[in-house]
């Protein structure tokens, strides 16, 4: 679809070429991987920007990416349309979208949210409590630190800069997207991930390294000896790791395009098949406790941490 309208959009609110490729330092079959999930993100998000129904939004997406992408795809889309909520306020789109294509990828669409309110310079928080799903809407965070460490790396990961803005647990997992972020522009170096990471305040470091592994369970294009070399150098905060690997490989079974890449990750990062690694927060989802102090989110995280972290170490 080709309207002066939508050619006025993407011009005005579009991902540039030059923006998608900033983040590559080589042609490598990695770097051209993560490429890839970029690109079909921004794909989602400029389909939005073109115009029309969600149907027909997603329907063309669908069209122009492969099924292991479709991930990232709805996150662009996601993004798109919280976009167009904040620029025109009324009946809300995004939520339209999680009640049809984008329940799905509940995760990913979360996400998207998130990294259009960084994209449009609003305070995520007022937004994610508005949700109503007291555990999938923290992913709004995620994505808000994503698009920070991604699009502003110089600020937020060479120069590990603070959102003061921000409450306690919304600073941890927007580290969380902060360590995805990591992930595509370290270029899924393990080496050079974990020399990231290790500059950051022993504080900061296990949330990192919970986004460094669902990135690298979701995203895929690794080697097992490489994920192996990963599950070294991110010792002692394995079990976070681990975690995020299972949040990923959740993700990918509610949508039904589970990959090679996330199994063999799995088997790995959480030394189970990627089913079972979804079936621990599955299981932890099912026993929420009905009233809680802290964040559901940070309940869940724990207890999949929990889950696989060694009898008798240290968490």
Known sequence: MTTTLSRVRLALLGVSEKQIVAFKQGDTPRWRHLEDALRAAVGGYHAVLEGGGIDAMVNRVLERFPKGMNGYAHEGIAMGLTGMDCWLPGKSRFREFLAGAGDAHIYMSHIGAGEALARMGRLPEPFLNRLDNPVERWLVMDGYGFHHGFFQREKYVTKQLLAPYLSPYARRVFDQGLGRSIW?????????????????????????????????????G??????ARLREVAAPHVPYVAAGAAFAAKGRHRAGNPVPDTEMACEVLCEASSSDAGAVVDDVLANIPAHYSRPAFQIVQEAVIEAF???????
């Open 184 to 220: 595509f522009t370290a270029g899924a170096d393990v080496d050079r991930v974990a020399a990231d990471v290790a500059a950051f305040s022993p504080a900061r470091q296990a949330d990192l390294w919970l986004g460094i592994g669902t990135g690298c369970c979701y995203a895929g």
């Open 222 to 227: 690794m080697e097992p000896w490489e994920i």
């Open 309 to 315: 972290t060694p009898v008798g170490a240290l968490s």
